[in-house]
């Protein structure tokens, strides 16, 4: 039987217990937003919180680890004219990210990992991670799970690169994990962008989704499969474990 590795499974007695064993306590951070007509809004938190559930269960043998609670809220700013968004500004979003890491530093852990599942978070985290390790006494790292497990993504997308918004990724890791949140009859009526909301010839300006897309949705979503689905999942859980008990990120 698999150790259990969530924290709010465990007792306060287990986790003072990890604390002594140097532990990785990895915080999945999400974001509550539209992801088009065919997809929850959870999406990103739901797919954060499972990635790092699927790290830490092949970990667990090996290093000790747990996963707090998914942060759900993130920043979502852009999104906010398609309905169904709530965000955070950055202050309150630092705050939030800054208890939860204090809390879990204060309970004598060292090692703490912020794996984030939404775009809009990535430029925060990594100021955020530098900002709480040098606070700290203790390492905060950050990641967002499309980059670690980048080379295995593009491997098993066919229609779009990297996982862009409840495109073909998005929408195969849905079907794999609650085909019922997932209306496929839309799917086929309406044909969104390929491509959006990066730079634009090495130059950033913060723009809403609805300046790319009509639908809220960028890639493509005739390709997505369950199937697809679970690998993907699947490979972004190795990838993540495979960094994570990787001593030299966590090296002084």
Not at 41 to 46: E, G, K, M
Not at 122 to 133: F, G
Not at 230 to 252: F, M, P, Y
Request: charged share 20%; with cysteine; hydrophobic share 45%.
């Amino acid at each position: 039987m698999q150790k259990e590795t969530a924290w709010c499974n465990l007792k306060a007695s287990e986790l003072r217990q990890l604390a002594t064993e140097n532990a990785i306590v990895v915080v999945p951070i999400g974001s509550i937003e539209q992801h088009g007509p065919h997809l929850p809004v959870q999406v990103d938190a739901l797919l954060a919180g499972e990635v790092c559930r699927r790290a830490a269960g092949y970990m667990v043998d090996s290093v000790p680890v747990t996963v707090t609670p998914t942060i759900w809220s993130g920043l979502a700013e852009h999104h906010m004219s398609f309905g169904g968004t709530l965000t955070l500004d950055f202050d309150t979003f630092r705050s939030v990210i800054r208890c939860m890491c204090r809390s879990i530093q204060q309970q004598g852990f060292r090692r703490i990992a912020l794996i984030n599942g939404h775009g809009g978070n990535i430029a925060a985290l990594t100021v955020i991670s530098a900002e709480l390790t040098l606070e700290l006494n203790a390492t905060v790292a950050c990641a967002t799970y499309w980059h670690v497990a980048e080379k295995e993504f593009n491997n098993i997308l066919e229609a779009q690169q990297t996982v862009r918004h409840a495109g073909e990724a998005e929408t195969s890791m849905l079907l794999a994990l609650r085909p019922d949140l997932v209306d496929q009859q839309i799917i086929a009526t309406f044909e969104p962008p390929t491509d959006g909301l990066g730079a634009e010839n090495g130059v950033y300006r913060w723009r809403p989704i609805k300046d790319w897309s009509d639908s809220g949705v960028i890639g493509v979503l005739t390709a997505a499969t369950a199937e697809k689905g679970v690998q993907l999942l699947e490979a972004a859980g190795k990838a993540l474990a495979t960094q994570l008990a990787n001593s030299t990120i966590w090296r002084d």
